[in-house]
């Protein structure tokens, strides 16, 4: 595409409404027949990923690592190839037990792989890039995202320490090649870090049906990310309860009609947590045949859960220390008893 019609896509994006831009998220969506799973572009990086996310934090609970290696192959072999994954998982072992996975029959080949920096400054950011690519058994990161942007002064802790600077020195290296971040806390930080000065490639978030009712990320911070052509990746489906279970059962929701929920609204994935070679068969059965929800059914599912959102009872990630990671909370000098 030559520059002047390149300018023009670029003005005329500019000039859509946000709910415009997300119903182009879900009409980019990929059959299944070709991937295995449909996928959908992440953003700016123009790159196709599987409409569904393997958690790494979950995969790192497994106990039988040949069974965790089992899981994250047929994963693969199934067309869900985008892997989560962050330096402080387990306390790195979830980045090791996926990076051995990843290393056997040329798997690494095979997925768009992510995990997150920890760090807010220049030198520990580039320990964790370094810790990450030897744990992972990789030259490159294909995403590398600053991890929980959940304190207030995060978004100027990346920018004034050198966080940033880490990043794009890495991306010149070809040891990253995409940069985001994430959080669960609040809106406003996330809003915060899409009005810093670089343009993000993706952002991670809070998507679930409760959400729409506290603290709403996918009312206040997607139509920027759409706008921006920041990719969106969700996570916290069910809202924290997975896999025990706990919204499930309270509000007689399924996993299906959570997830469902989630894969109709703009994001590019949806990262899901799986312990069990029972709950990927599960979420891949609910990804092949996805289907997006109308507006009708939408509304009707936000409106099921209205009395218990509200409050955020559900959703304490956004409103408590209890589910900030434990590096986080000492970096900020919080106490950690």
């Not at 985008?82 to 402080?88: I, K, P, S, V, Y």
Request: positive net charge; glycine residues 8%; hydrophobic residues 40%.
């Amino acid at each position: 595409m030559n520059p002047s019609r390149r300018q023009f896509f670029h003005r005329a994006s500019g000039l859509l409404s946000a709910a415009a831009l997300a119903e182009q998220v879900i009409a980019q969506t990929s059959s299944a027949s070709a991937t295995g799973l449909p996928t959908r572009v992440l953003g700016r990086t123009g790159q196709r990923v599987s409409i569904l996310c393997l958690g790494g934090w979950h995969i790192g609970t497994v106990k039988d690592k040949k069974e965790a290696f089992r899981i994250m192959h047929h994963a693969v072999a199934n067309g869900l190839t985008f892997f989560d994954n962050a330096w402080d998982y387990h306390n790195g072992y979830a980045e090791e037990l996926m990076g051995e996975a990843l290393a056997q029959d040329g798997y690494r080949q095979k997925v768009f792989l992510m995990t997150k920096n920890c760090e807010r400054d220049y030198a520990g950011s580039m320990k964790n890039l370094e810790d990450s690519l030897r744990r992972l058994r990789t030259d490159r990161l294909d995403l590398w995202q600053f991890h929980e942007m959940v304190y207030d002064n995060d978004p100027d802790w990346v920018f004034e320490k050198g966080g940033i600077r880490a990043a794009l020195e890495a991306q010149k290296a070809g040891k990253v090649r995409f940069i985001g971040f994430t959080g669960h806390k609040d809106p406003l930080i996330h809003l915060k870090m899409l009005g810093k000065p670089h343009p993000w490639d993706a952002a991670q978030m809070p998507i679930n049906v409760m959400d729409a009712h506290f603290r709403s990320f996918q009312k206040e911070v997607v139509p920027v990310c759409l706008k921006k052509n920041v990719g969106v990746i969700g996570m916290k489906g069910l809202a924290g309860g997975y896999p025990e279970g706990r919204l499930l059962a309270k509000m007689n929701l399924s996993v299906e009609e959570c997830f469902r929920y989630c894969l109709s609204l703009p994001v590019a994935t949806q990262v899901v947590g799986i312990t069990t070679m029972a709950q990927l068969e599960q979420d891949l059965r609910i990804a092949r045949n996805f289907q997006p929800m109308s507006q009708s059914e939408r509304n009707a599912l936000v409106a099921r859960v209205k009395d218990e959102a509200g409050d955020g009872r559900h959703e304490l990630f956004k409103s408590s220390k209890q589910f900030d990671g434990v590096h986080h909370r000492r970096q900020h000098g919080f106490d950690l008893s």
